[in-house]
């Protein structure tokens, strides 16, 4: 979903900056960028774990405590899952700059970062709204995921048994190291790498990616975005994680059934234009075999 001409800064002027840490070239850049910021009188909310700004009129703040117009990440997609899991608001507008492996997620390189961000300060972008899921077991519920909620053994390299329901029906069963339902985001991450399908940002459904079954027992199957998937760990004595994101675990006990299903909220990227395609061009598919 794209949102045109969006109002970035609001009357507070208030932006969020994390970091990859442990980088120093990282950090000199975020420098760079909280200079920018302040230049041009917007208040700069730092997260204090990243990066050091006490020589600035920067305030460090706890990602939990941010209370901004808009964050910018400095690194790969994993800083913005980290950044998104910890963020009060996970519907705070994201503007990434890219330090990471692929950084698919991310909208700019190092060296165009400022010219976009003044497009951005000016009003002269989109917003990209990406659907999360939202996943629990009974009345638990765990936090809400960006890319994929993931069901795996506790004990490494340990086969789970999955019985797979669709709306209360039972459509598959079988063994894997790990089964997981990802979003149109997730499926250029650890769900493409499992071997499912990229799905486009506007196909409204989710895959559902079994990792490694033996003898192929359970399929990959695309589903549409309003169903209610069910994964039960039916083998006795053997108990599963749920991880979010790859960002936090929940222990889940034989016979328990996690839950799945879309979200109310959506994580939203601050882009210069519809870029997906041209994303998955450049950074996704290798450009030498």
Not at 244 to 259: A, F, K, M, N, S
Not at 261 to 286: A, G, H, Q, V
């Amino acid at each position: 979903m794209i949102e045109e001409n969006p109002q970035i800064l609001s009357e507070r002027r208030t932006v969020g900056l994390v970091c990859k840490p442990g980088r120093p070239e990282i950090e000199r850049i975020g420098i760079r960028v909280a200079e920018f910021l302040i230049e041009r009188n917007i208040e700069v909310q730092f997260d204090p774990g990243s990066l050091n700004l006490a020589h600035l009129s920067a305030i460090p703040t706890l990602i939990e405590d941010m209370n901004v117009d808009f964050v910018i990440t400095i690194g790969g997609d994993g800083t913005i899952l980290y950044t998104l899991s910890n963020l009060p608001d996970r519907e705070t507008p994201f503007f990434c700059i890219n330090r990471g492996t692929v950084g698919f997620m991310t909208e700019a390189s190092t060296t165009t970062a400022f010219s976009a961000l003044e497009k951005v300060l000016e009003n002269d972008c989109i917003i990209e709204s990406s659907v999360n899921i939202c996943s629990g077991v009974k009345s638990r519920r765990f936090e809400d995921a960006l890319n994929e909620v993931y069901v795996v053994s506790r004990v490494p390299g340990r086969l789970l048994t999955f019985q797979v329901y669709l709306n209360d029906t039972n459509v598959d069963y079988g063994r894997a190291d790990g089964a997981m339902l990802a979003t149109p985001t997730g499926s250029t991450a650890y769900a493409l790498a499992a071997g499912g399908s990229i799905l486009a940002p506007n196909v409204h459904g989710f895959i559902f990616v079994p990792v490694c079954p033996p003898r192929f027992e359970l399929k990959s199957i695309v589903i549409p975005d309003d169903s209610l998937l069910e994964l039960e760990l039916v083998k006795a004595g053997a108990r599963g994680l749920a991880v979010i994101d790859g960002q936090t675990r929940w222990d889940v006990e034989p016979g328990e059934r996690v839950w799945i299903k879309k979200s109310d909220t959506y994580t939203r990227f601050i882009r210069l234009y519809d870029n997906y395609y041209e994303r998955l061009r450049t950074r996704l598919i290798p450009r030498t075999l």
